[in-house]
């Protein structure tokens, strides 16, 4: 991946970052206690920086994957990435938050609206800088669940991140995305956000 510096409307992609085995292996660990403690509906920060729940917003089951001898591939695989990124994007990043499973079921016809990943708070003087999004589903099995960025503010550029299994999203943690309702089957995504020092 050639230089490119960073800027609030950075988007990208790379295919087959995960196998179809690797994916199936960590759709799995929703049914591990000892990878995912809690797989839950999942909560929101409110205007008060507080946590809730709001289906009106978000609607999907969701739980954080444990760091374990199971999973460091996983962490070595993105922690990978997060220092090829941040070096392409000359970028000044040192961690990456907890990596999240999510799962967008068509039961509750699982969605989340347009929002931002840019916390209204900043954990350890740490910010969110990246958004990561890797598809675990074939595409064939389910319809909705689209992942849409919107490139711009005024919502007149709206790119759709690649449907095909095992495929990684990148952008801007600034940037407003959402996922449309689940109308059929279920989609499984994994999510992580690249952080670093406050921007200067």
Same mark, same amino acid.
């Given at each position: 991946m050639s230089k490119k510096p960073f800027n609030i409307f950075s988007i990208g992609g790379i295919k087959n970052f995960l196998s179809l085995d690797e994916c199936l292996q960590v759709i799995s660990y929703q049914n591990n206690? /000892?990878?995912?403690? /809690?797989?839950?509906?999942?909560?929101?920060i409110d205007s008060n920086n507080q946590i809730t729940k709001d289906n009106k917003i978000r609607n999907t089951n969701s739980g954080f994957i444990e760091v374990s001898k199971e999973t460091e591939w996983l962490y070595e695989r993105l922690s990978d990435f997060s220092k090829m990124i941040s070096q392409t994007l000359d970028l000044e990043t040192n961690e990456i938050e907890?990596?999240?499973?999510?799962?967008?079921?068509?039961?509750?016809?699982?969605?989340y609206r347009n929002h931002v990943d840019v916390l209204p708070f900043h954990r350890n003087s740490q910010i969110r800088k990246i958004s990561v999004s890797v598809q675990l589903t074939e595409s064939?099995?389910?319809?909705?669940?689209?992942?849409?960025?919107?490139?711009?503010?005024? /919502?007149?550029?709206?790119?759709?991140?690649?449907?095909?299994?095992?495929?990684?999203?990148?952008f801007s943690s600034l940037l /407003?995305?959402?996922?449309?309702?689940?109308?059929?089957?279920n989609r499984y995504s994994l999510?992580?956000?690249?952080?670093?020092?406050?921007?200067?």
């Amino acid at each position: 991946m050639s230089k490119k510096p960073f800027n609030i409307f950075s988007i990208g992609g790379i295919k087959n970052f995960l196998s179809l085995d690797e994916c199936l292996q960590v759709i799995s660990y929703q049914n591990n206690k /000892n990878i995912i403690r /809690n797989f839950i509906n999942s909560s929101v920060i409110d205007s008060n920086n507080q946590i809730t729940k709001d289906n009106k917003i978000r609607n999907t089951n969701s739980g954080f994957i444990e760091v374990s001898k199971e999973t460091e591939w996983l962490y070595e695989r993105l922690s990978d990435f997060s220092k090829m990124i941040s070096q392409t994007l000359d970028l000044e990043t040192n961690e990456i938050e907890p990596i999240q499973l999510s799962r967008y079921s068509e039961i509750e016809r699982g969605f989340y609206r347009n929002h931002v990943d840019v916390l209204p708070f900043h954990r350890n003087s740490q910010i969110r800088k990246i958004s990561v999004s890797v598809q675990l589903t074939e595409s064939k099995e389910y319809e909705g669940g689209d992942l849409i960025i919107l490139k711009h503010h005024d /919502n007149l550029q709206k790119i759709k991140a690649d449907r095909t299994i095992g495929s990684l999203t990148f952008f801007s943690s600034l940037l /407003n995305h959402e996922v449309t309702p689940v109308t059929k089957g279920n989609r499984y995504s994994l999510v992580a956000w690249i952080c670093g020092p406050k921007f200067k």
